[in-house]
């Protein structure tokens, strides 16, 4: 009687679980507005844009907010000590756009990490009533922003976090950026983060803009200073200090391709899993069993109730009970694969690499664990983090 009644708990588990992700991935997207939709009185915006070693994705990245619909902004782009030719290219866009301002970065201080000191010495020099703090990987639609603008006038807004397209081109971003995506949704859930009642704060540090005030009543990136997973830390100061935050989907409004190869991808998310659950085991126990079960419960059930049916003496009602539940579960996890691929835009067959993505995913996780928890710290953009210096 252990099997069917295991095999029943893994069922209704997983069952919840998957709605729950499949509910996620359908969650609404702000719409491009033009500029003729703007409010009255239109504020200011400062797009502040940290970059090291970005001569991939600099120029197009500026000339898309360059090309914004809207009336008044400045852009502040900060060149964080790169070894490429960044700086360069920076300065031949400034040359021929005067709302557009290059900083050249000063040396990290051993307290910081890198990205927020950057953000922090572009703040310096902003004049916006709003500040935009955008990726450097990031392709902007023209109406992105008098869109986003009149989105946190008219709802009166403090911060607003929006999930840009994921471009994926090679196999390995095919196979593994769904999962993890699919995954964080399911985690944090936008309707817990967006109510005010919730202590359920997460942000996408691709594209976060948040009221000028505000900011400098949290004490911006001072604040934060030490933080690898800076999004979710400003998200939680926003809301623990009573502020509105809200995080939507914003694939019609900006795009972007976060890693190319699957050392990018290895090196990205090993910095960001583990400090973004909090250090926490309990969580990380958690997460791996429940992807675990994900991946293959389904197999395991099935496998289970044929084997079982020919080679045991296993009550033939209990292995029925078995093998419907493994059905169910597998046509569940086939179409959550399926819909996470398709909002990808990606040819159906990727729907069945979801177990692979899962496996490795999986060690992802454990190895940002390791790094975090052992010393050895994480590194991004030639940089290392050391446990002291992570949160």
Not at 20 to 32: E, H, M, S, W, Y
Not at 168 to 196: G, M
Not at 296 to 312: E, H, K, N, R, V
Not at 328 to 338: E, G, H, M, R
């Amino acid at each position: 009687m252990l099997v069917p009644t295991v095999s029943t708990v893994i069922f209704l588990f997983l069952t919840v679980l998957l709605l729950r992700v499949i509910n996620a991935t359908g969650q609404n997207d702000i719409l491009p507005l033009s500029g003729d939709e703007l409010p009255e009185n239109t504020p200011m915006v400062s797009i502040i844009v940290p970059m090291r070693n970005e001569q991939r994705n600099a120029k197009r990245c500026l000339e898309s907010l360059l090309s914004q619909n809207y009336p008044i902004f400045e852009i502040i782009a900060i060149d964080d000590r790169s070894e490429d030719n960044t700086l360069r290219i920076l300065k031949e866009l400034a040359s021929k756009h005067s709302n557009l301002k290059v900083v050249e970065g000063k040396p990290l201080p051993k307290d910081w990490v890198g990205k927020n000191h950057a953000i922090w010495q572009g703040v310096q020099y902003a004049k916006g009533e709003w500040l935009l703090f955008t990726d450097a990987d990031t392709v902007s639609d023209p109406n992105m922003l008098p869109s986003v603008i009149n989105y946190v006038v008219k709802n009166n807004i403090d911060m607003l976090s929006i999930s840009p397209f994921q471009i994926l081109e090679t196999f390995w971003e095919r196979v593994i950026q769904p999962v993890i995506f699919c995954s964080i949704h399911y985690a944090f859930s936008r309707k817990k983060v967006n109510d005010p009642r919730s202590k359920t704060a997460a942000a996408n540090g691709q594209f976060i803009l948040i009221k000028r005030s505000v900011y400098q009543e949290l004490g911006g990136h001072l604040a934060i200073k030490d933080k690898i997973v800076e999004d979710f830390a400003l998200a939680k100061l926003v809301k623990e200090r009573g502020y509105r935050l809200i995080v939507l989907r914003g694939i019609k409004l900006v795009k972007t391709r976060m890693y190319t190869s699957f050392s990018e991808i290895w090196e990205g998310w090993t910095k960001n899993l583990f400090l973004g659950i909090g250090k926490k085991w309990g969580l990380l126990l958690y997460f791996t069993i429940t992807l675990f079960l994900w991946g293959s419960a389904p197999f395991i059930l099935l496998g289970w109730s044929i084997f079982g049916f020919f080679y045991t003496q296993i009550n033939p009602t209990s292995l029925l009970i078995t093998l419907t539940e493994g059905l169910v579960l597998f046509t569940l996890v086939t179409y959550n694969a399926w819909s996470c691929t398709r909002f990808f835009r990606l040819p159906s067959y990727y729907a069945f690499t979801f177990p692979l993505g899962i496996s490795i995913y999986i060690a992802i996780i454990l190895s940002s664990a390791y790094k975090v928890v052992s010393g050895k710290g994480v590194t991004w953009k030639g940089r290392r983090y050391r446990l002291q210096e992570l949160e």
